[in-house]
Nanobody
């Protein structure tokens, strides 16, 4: 009932920039937090950045000062601007949404993941 789709990944040289986008669609009443996670080969999935409905943000220490998360509540979209990219940022990046879903006259809370988008930082 809810789909989460990421876009914007690719290959970039060290020091370069990329902007990831994530769109949530379906029977959404509202979205609480929207997060970006990443998973590199052999590593656990880790939280990169989080933004709440009121715009509060937090970041992993490894990306503070380089990455910026933002969202468009009206469009159920979240973005991740990534600057000064490093090879260690290479990973599959996943969007995560904590949503209140409408089904007829009822609502329930659930969480959703996108399929991921590959980011590769290499010269």
């Amino acid at each position: 009932q809810v789909q989460v789709v990421e876009s914007g990944g690719g290959l970039v040289q060290p020091g370069g920039s990329l902007r990831l986008s994530c769109a949530a669609s379906g029977s959404i009443f509202s979205i609480n937090a929207m997060d970006w996670y990443r998973q590199a080969p052999g590593n656990q999935r880790e939280l990169v950045a989080r933004i709440t409905t009121n715009g509060s943000t937090n970041y992993a220490d490894s990306v503070k000062g380089r990455f910026t998360i933002s969202r468009d509540n009206a469009k159920n979209r979240v973005y991740l601007q990534m600057n000064s990219l490093k090879p260690e940022d290479t990973a599959v990046y996943y969007c995560y949404a904590d949503a209140l879903v409408s089904t007829g006259s009822s609502r329930y809370r659930s969480t959703y993941w996108g399929q991921g988008t590959q980011v590769t930082v290499s010269s």
